[in-house]
């Protein structure tokens, strides 16, 4: 057997979640290896890019922290390597916490108060904060302070605490959700766009390098075409498609070798996957292309309708495939094409024809 140093992931079930974009346990370490270490890595994103090297200049050559950073944006776009990018940039250390960690305004405050002067506090999933710990961050932010309680109930007092100078990194997939004065307190805000196939295609060639796949312009582009504008999934196809080369190929990733690979994953020419085209299917073939409504969809596929409403259709929807509307989900003229479909008005055939097709 030929495996490489990063072992036999082969092992692996097929993952029915391949395309989707949350980082698992093994991601996370295969995630770590092919994070860009520096702006100049970090592929795409231009705008974003811009400003926040301007920020992160300026601040050097004043010699101060930098303002604090919220970065918006999709999961697996690249909220945590740009953190991780400026603290590097910064010559500061990182510290990593998240939303969900701080339960109390407690936790927080130990945090903040361990921070030494420049260091970038990266607070992931920062709408998801509890009530207290918000407050307190406020004024963190701003003033560079918080009162810590002392005691319980009538007796309690604020001790107030001078912390250092930081710069604090939100990250959030949910921006809408952040309460405004929170939002306000971020003195650049960066919202990561989807990536073009071009930049995604950038991608997939560097991790190649990284992870010592050899792979042609054209292997790249199939997997970058499939890959949902997300670097973390053009990544986690790279591999699927790495395994299926040295098992099925010679190694090499070409064009063809790609499309096999990802044929045996159920990941289609659009990036979709099996849960996408079963949505897809269900309300063309059994619904007529719809409206009908989420839960007799979900009931249709035989998942939860949370499944469907969070993990597949904001693909299908941003592909424009599927329509939420007041009445129901509705499928577009284009979802029809994509299945093979032909509509019942166009086709003139009603439901009978459907099924033929
Ligand atoms: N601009 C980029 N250039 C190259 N690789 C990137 C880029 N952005 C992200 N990646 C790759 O994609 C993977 C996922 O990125 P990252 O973990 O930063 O996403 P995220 O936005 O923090 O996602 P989540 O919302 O799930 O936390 C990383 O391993 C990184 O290698
Ligand atoms: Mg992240």
Redesign the pocket.
């Known amino acids: 057997m030929n495996w490489d140093e990063t072992g036999p992931d082969t092992d692996e079930r097929p993952d029915e979640r391949l395309v989707q974009?949350?980082?698992d346990g093994e991601?996370t370490a295969?995630?770590?290896?092919?994070?860009?270490k520096d702006l100049d890595?970090?592929?795409?994103?231009e705008k974003v890019?811009e400003q926040l090297d301007l920020v992160l200049k300026a601040a050097r050559a004043r010699g101060a922290t930098a303002d604090h950073v919220l970065?918006s944006?999709?999961?697996?776009?690249?909220?945590?390597?740009?953190?991780?990018i400026i603290a590097a940039e910064m010559g500061a250390p990182i510290r990593i916490t998240s939303g969900p960690a701080i339960q109390h305004a407690g936790d927080l405050a130990a945090i903040l108060s361990s921070l030494q002067e420049g260091e970038v506090l990266f607070l992931?999933?920062i709408h998801r904060m509890s009530r207290p710990a918000e407050e307190m961050l406020y004024m963190a932010m701003e003033d560079f302070r918080v009162d810590v309680i002392v005691g319980k109930g009538p007796g309690a007092t604020a001790i107030p605490l001078e912390l250092p100078p930081f710069t604090l990194v939100g990250?959030?997939?949910r921006a809408g959700l952040l309460p405004p004065p929170l939002r306000d307190r971020f003195g650049f805000t960066g919202h990561?766009e989807f990536?073009a196939p071009a930049?995604l295609e950038?991608?997939v060639h560097?991790?190649a390098r990284l992870l010592d796949v050899e792979i042609d312009v054209e292997g790249a582009a199939e997997i970058a075409g499939r890959s949902r504008g997300?670097?973390?999934i053009?990544?986690r196809l790279l591999r699927r498609v790495r395994d299926y080369a040295q098992v099925k190929a010679d190694g090499r990733i070409d064009r063809p070798v790609a499309a096999a690979a990802l044929g045996v994953y159920e990941v289609d020419a659009r990036g979709l996957d099996r849960l996408d085209r079963a949505v897809l299917g269900a309300l063309l073939k059994l619904f007529g292309g719809g409206p009908v409504g989420l839960s007799t969809l979900a009931v249709a596929v035989g998942e939860e309708r949370e499944t469907v409403e969070e993990v597949a259709e904001p693909f299908l929807v941003r592909e424009g495939l599927l329509a939420r509307t007041p009445r129901g989900r509705v499928a577009t003229p284009a979802a029809w094409a994509h299945l093979g479909l032909v509509p019942p008005q166009q086709g003139g055939k009603g439901q009978q024809g459907l099924f033929g097709a």
């Open positions: 974009a949350d980082a991601d295969v995630e770590a290896a092919l994070r860009p890595e970090f592929v795409g994103q890019r970065l944006g999709a999961p697996g776009l690249g909220k945590t390597t740009l953190s991780m992931d999933e990250a959030t997939t990561m990536y930049e950038r991608v560097r991790s997300t670097p973390r053009a990544n």
